[in-house]
C-alpha cells in the first residue's frame, strides 16, 4: 500500500505536481508492503 499526503496547502511532493511546488520539509507519503501469501498489510 502506497499512501500520499499533500501538504497544508494542499500541494503533493511529487514529480507530477503541475500547481505548485510543496514544502520542502513536508515528505507527503509512506508505504507498507503486503504479505504475499496471507494478503496482509
Do not use: L
Not at 2 to 7: N, P, T
Not at 17 to 40: C, H, L, Q, V, Y
Amino acid at each position: 500500500i502506497e499512501i500520499w499526503q499533500a501538504d497544508t496547502d494542499g500541494y503533493y511532493n511529487s514529480p507530477s505536481e503541475t500547481r505548485g511546488k510543496a514544502d520542502p520539509n513536508f515528505i507527503g507519503w509512506g508505504r507498507s508492503p503486503g504479505d504475499m501469501d496471507t494478503g496482509e498489510f
